[in-house]
């Protein structure tokens, strides 16, 4: 009982820094709140009157949402993974400047510290994915609380899954510099392939498909888990899946489970 | 109750007393090829003040790396408060209190924000956190500050928090690794006044490391490593009186009487522009010196052996004293290469 409770503090102790540090960093904030209006409101709105599944003057299919619509979701997914990733800062900033060795040096555990800190990111991530809620009636989304509940849920798991891969990412990169060029590379193209942008209309037969979208496009878009993480945000937010519905569940917790994981041996070797 | 730290003839043989706080037998370590250190072994009794000293490189954050369980040793092994720092960490854990010699406070955090992470970490309920924190603050007279920033805060400043912060859940053993570099004399005085009531009161046994001879004066056992080796331990009056020399400082009448001296005692050392020193550990010859030549002399002084003088003829050379700033510059060639 009282190991239980010591270890909670603990667990509080560490989210809590998480948090406070993520109130005090400006940059991060202004991110997070500038990355949904440049996209919705730019983007979205610029794209939003040529969102009709035509090609070359031709019907091929036809989504029953505007763009707008479509590109929420994703907006949310994007806004989640560029705190996620960039949590992996924190993480070399704490090993770089030495305040990785106080915690060390406390009777917590190693993965309890990972687990306080991972939390203490998703829900910082988690927040400013919220934040592009706050638009939804922009977008012409209307939701019910149950949809708000469910989307935060896998929200949340979504950040813990992305965090940890941080984790992970910081435990392979040496230096800051290296890590704000290395993100982009790795966040964009993720948030390109993930039909997030662009639907891929799996009614279509494979033959069908590749005429709409050269192949090679077709089977990155697949093979990228946050497509289906896209799909499941989608499926709760618009009631719209390209996929089978379970499937960007599955793979959410999947990621959450198994960086964690990895994360927790990378930790562990520090 | 013993005094201090002793050599103990045979470290790590027997069940470990209540009356030893630390104890370290045959522990190595190596950096690939380099061994850092090699096969120490030593006791530090509860409620001591002990005193590891050494040039930089000579071992001696090693060896607090390993008591703290932030490194595995090569070899042998060592126990904090009697628990062991490889397979009983959690415990050892519990019973230290460690200063490093880097900073590790969390600089966008208010100076009260760090200690309540701290007590929260070390699992504290709330009601004892808040006396313990004030209390700490208050040590290091730091009350003034604990809702700023701990950016905004000087070198002394951080330091002093972070003593505030390792004795914050009163810790059995506390660890200062080069604790006081950059402290203010006043500040130190009441630091280490602070840390003997603890020792006496509660027991707390003091582990210190440090380069600077004027720090471990005051220590119960002095530890001098070099090399990765132990090469003398024992209290500071032990010491001196082991391997410290005498010397006889003298300032001839004029530059015969220096050439008189000098041709007479060729072991006699230049001091100053008119001066020499002469080794004076032979009260005999000293005797005789002094009957010989009392009349060119005009000014004779005694100079009892130091800390300083015992290093030098333990290790042939001067604990070197610009050694903070290659440490310094490695750290930030560190930072920037992104080593470690």
């Keep these: 009982m009282n190991r239980t409770m010591m270890a909670l503090r603990g667990l509080y102790g560490v989210w809590l820094r998480e948090i406070t540090r993520a109130t005090r960093d400006r940059a991060q904030l202004i991110g997070g709140i500038s990355r949904p209006l440049i996209w919705l409101l730019i983007l979205g709105v610029g794209l939003n009157p040529y969102f009709r599944g035509e090609v070359y003057g031709e019907v091929r299919f036809v989504i029953p949402f505007t763009y707008l619509q479509f590109l929420f979701p994703a907006v949310i997914v994007l806004n989640i993974m560029y705190t996620s990733i960039q949590f992996a800062v924190s993480v070399i900033w704490d090993r770089e400047f030495g305040f990785l060795r106080e915690v060390l040096v406390s009777p917590m555990p190693r993965w309890l510290i990972l687990f306080g800190k991972v939390l203490g990111g998703a829900t910082v991530a988690t927040l400013h994915g919220a934040l592009v809620l706050i638009l939804a009636r922009f ?8 949809q708000v509940a469910l989307a935060l849920a896998l929200m949340f798991t979504l950040a813990f899954g992305l965090t940890s891969f941080g984790v992970i990412l910081a435990a392979r990169v040496r230096s800051f510099e290296g890590f704000g060029v290395f993100s982009n590379t790795v966040i964009l193209p993720l948030y390109f392939t993930s039909s997030s942008i662009f639907p891929l209309d799996p009614a279509l037969t494979r033959a069908q498909q590749a005429v709409t979208y050269p192949e090679w496009l077709v089977f990155l878009v697949q093979i990228n888990p946050i497509t289906y993480a896209v799909d499941a945000l989608r499926g709760v937010l618009i009631n719209f899946n390209q996929f089978t519905p379970g499937w960007g569940i599955g793979i959410i917790v999947a990621m959450a489970v198994g960086f964690f994981l990895i994360a927790i041996i990378d930790f562990a070797r520090q | ?92 854990r519990r019973s230290l209190g460690v200063v490093f010699q880097d900073s590790s406070l969390d600089d966008r955090l208010t100076a009260w924000e760090n200690l309540e992470f701290h007590g929260l970490v070390y699992g504290m309920p709330s009601r004892q956190r808040k006396e313990r924190s004030a209390a700490v603050l208050a ?59 603890l020792r006496r009161d509660r027991d707390l046994t003091v582990l210190t490391t440090t380069h600077y001879i004027e720090e471990v004066e005051g220590a119960d056992t002095i530890c001098i490593i070099d090399h990765g080796k132990i090469i003398a331990q024992g209290s500071p009056e032990a010491l001196k009186t082991q391997h410290g020399h005498r ?34 550990d032979d009260g005999a010859e000293v005797d005789a010196f ?47 290469g992104g080593r470690r």
Excluded: C
């Design chain 1, 139 to 146: 977008a012409d989304v209307t939701l019910s609380l149950e």
């Design chain 2, 1 to 92: 109750m013993l005094s201090g730290g002793m050599i103990s003839p045979q470290p790590g043989a027997g069940p470990v007393s209540p009356a030893i706080a630390i104890s370290v037998d045959a522990l190595s370590a190596r950096y690939g090829v380099n061994t850092v250190l090699d096969n120490v072994s030593l006791e530090i009794a509860r409620g001591s003040s002990f005193a590891l000293l050494g040039p930089n490189g000579a071992g001696k954050t090693t060896l607090l790396n390993i008591l703290s369980t932030l490194r595995k040793p090569d070899g042998g092994s060592a126990r904090v408060a009697g628990a062991d720092v490889v397979r009983q960490q959690g415990e050892a």
């Design chain 2, 139 to 197: 040590l290091v007279e730091l009350e003034d500050w604990r809702d700023e920033i701990v950016r905004s805060f000087s070198g002394g400043m951080r330091r002093r928090l972070e003593i505030a912060r390792a004795l914050l859940h009163e810790p059995k053993i506390l660890f200062l690794d080069e604790p006081t570099a950059g402290l203010d004399a006043q500040t130190r005085v009441r630091i280490w006044r602070y840390l003997d009531e």
């Design chain 2, 247 to 280: 010397w006889l400082h003298v300032i001839p009448r004029d530059a015969a009487a220096l050439s008189a001296i000098a041709a007479r005692r060729p072991d006699a050392q230049p001091l100053g522009a008119h001066g020499l020193a002469l080794p004076a």
């Design chain 2, 290 to 336: 002094l009957a010989a030549f009392r009349d060119q002399l005009t000014e004779v002084q005694f100079q009892d052996p130091t800390l300083e003088s015992v290093f030098l003829s333990l290790t042939g050379r001067q604990l070197r004293d610009r050694a903070d700033d290659t440490h310094n510059a490695e750290k930030a060639a560190g930072r920037r």
